[in-house]
Structures are given as C-alpha cells and as structure tokens.
C-alpha cells in the first residue's frame, strides 16, 4: 500500500506525463503514396520526415495492418490480421478515445468533443496529400495543431508487390509542434514502427510481441538507438515469396532459406538496375549483409527460431 508520500509521488508523476503527452493523435494511413512528392515538402515544414521508410509489406490490407499492429505480416498470418490490439484500441485504453473513418469527417467529430481523441483516417491511392492538408486545416482551425501528434504514412508505395524501391518506400511524417523539432533524418525507418513509437510519445507501453522499434526517445532528445537497417518481406505464402534488408545504402533481397537473390547500392544505382550480388568482390559485403539478416529472421521469427535453426 502507498504511503501518503508514495501517493503524492505517483500522482504528481501522472500529472507531469499527462501534461507532456499530446491532446489529440491523428494518423493518416493512405492506400499508396511516394515519399518524394513535392506537396509533402510544404506539409512536412514543422514535422519530422523520414524520407527512407519502408513498408512492411507493400500489399494495401497487409502494410495497413503492419503499420497498426506493429508486427510484420509473417508474425500472424495471410489474411491481412496480425493479431494483437491496434494502435487505436490501445490508446482509447490509456485515455485517447478513438474514432475512425475515411477522409477527415471522423476528425472533425472529435474536435467538436473538446477533450483527448485519437482518429485513425484512411486516405484512397493518391488522396493522402489531400486528407493531410484537409486534417492540418481542421486542427489549426480549432487551435489545437501545437499539441496535437499527427502521422502520415502509407500501406505501400506502388502497385506491384516487389522489393524495388518504387514499390516498397513510404512516406512517414510526424508532427507535434510543442515536443518535436522539425527535421529531416537520413535514417532508415519501418512502417512497423509507428505504433510503438506513437506510444511512446504518448508515454504508453508497448505490448508484448509488438516487432517495431520505439523511436520516441530519438525524436524528442535525440537520445535513443540510431535505427541502423529495416526489414521487409513480400508475396507470402508463394513460391515467390521475398525478403528484404536495407542497411545503409546496401539492399539485399533474400528468399525465405535466405538464400542471396539480389544486391544493389541505393547511392550509386537508386533506380536499382545493376545486381552486385555474383560481383567477386562484393563477397565479404554479402557474408556481412547476410549475418545481419540472419539476426532479423531469428528476432523475428521468421522461418527461424530463437536459438537460429530454420523451422520446417
């Protein structure tokens, strides 16, 4: 049992984490969206821009689910259901009562309560510009834009189901103009780690068997672990099925047995048109990449357990 000083105490730490914690979250999952778009580069001016995330998974159902999950698809299935509880049912739970919809009419709704909300818009292929425009409009016009956490991103980046950048790299911006500085970090980022990094933000746990990583620490101080590679898998359950690892400028595209398909540098070759991977001296790169891989698959679990066997 608490003591009275105990109590006085914890209430005063709640107190501090509810002031620090934004009023409203807002976070826009478009269908497909580039992340190069010149429309976000205004958008963007008072927010963090990661210009080199990835989806998950670069199929609408599945990315979406990622991105609100914070798991990769493997980790629960092929019918677009990762399992566990989503983002917005887990900030409803610590006091964000959440509202979702398509477009920004759900948005609107909420701001008419005056108290904490969290929406969760979706946005057609090619539409997400305009419901981040439309969404920005609605809460400056409220006067509640500096205290509110708004996140756009997207499913996937094109129409295929590949590897190749065009298909894979998502935009990912987050604004909230009373804790985090504008910039524009060169670091690679996951569609996998929106929701623990939401949370974060917002000064919730995350859940057990969430994948992605927490990325809050580094946005609000620049104090937390330098995301260093990003993971991403597509067609599974396919005789086509694909995985990918982007460290640095190195893209290795692997199959399930992690077997080596391809290699390409992001720096010398960005529209991905020259295979490195049977080049004699990029052997000792491959050996490193494909370590770094194995590491994925195991932590994971994908195709591996924990102790580095392949499961059958």
């Known amino acids: 049992m608490l003591s009275r000083r105990g109590f006085l105490l914890a209430t005063a730490s709640a107190l501090a984490q509810s002031a620090a914690a934004p009023a409203g979250i807002v976070l826009i999952v478009a269908d497909r969206e580039t992340p190069s778009g010149e429309e976000l580069a205004p958008l963007a001016a008072r927010a963090v821009r990661f210009t080199r995330c990835y989806a998950a998974d670069p199929v609408s159902a599945r990315g979406r689910d990622a991105t609100l999950h914070g798991r990769f698809p493997h980790a629960g299935g092929l019918t677009g259901n ?10 409803a739970a610590a006091g964000w009562p959440g509202v979702a919809g398509s477009g920004t009419s759900a948005l609107a709704s909420a701001l008419k309560t005056g108290g904490r909300y969290c929406a969760v818009l979706d946005a057609p292929a090619g539409g997400g510009i305009s419901c981040l425009r439309s969404a920005g409009s609605l809460l400056e016009q409220a006067g509640v834009l500096d205290n509110t956490l708004l996140i756009f991103t997207a499913a996937r980046g ?9 298909d894979t790299r ?12 504008a910039a524009e970090p060169d670091l ?34 620049g104090n937390g672990a ?13 005789r086509q099925s694909w995985r990918m690892m982007v460290r640095g400028l190195d893209k290795l595209v692997f199959t399930p047995r992690l ?3 391809h290699l390409y540098n992001l720096r010398q070759d960005p529209g991905e048109t020259t295979d ?11 050996d490193e990449l494909r370590a770094v891989a194995a590491d994925w698959m195991r932590r994971l679990g994908d195709e591996m357990d924990p102790s580095g066997l392949k499961l059958r």
């Open 82 to 91: 990762s399992g566990g509880v989503a983002l917005g049912e887990h900030l």
């Open 158 to 166: 094109g129409n295929d189901e590949t590897w190749f950048d065009r």
């Open 170 to 181: 998502i935009p990912l911006v987050l604004q909230w103009p009373r804790r985090i500085a």
């Open 188 to 221: 690679p980022a996951s569609a996998v780690d929106v929701m623990p990094t939401v949370l974060g933000l917002c000064g919730v746990s995350a859940p057990d068997g969430v994948q992605g990583r927490d990325l809050s620490p580094w946005l609000l101080g």
């Open 226 to 238: 330098r995301p260093e590679s990003i993971y991403a898998e597509g067609r599974l359950g396919t």
């Open 259 to 261: 077997e080596i398909a």
């Open 276 to 286: 490195l991977s049977r080049e004699a001296l990029a052997e000792r790169k491959l």
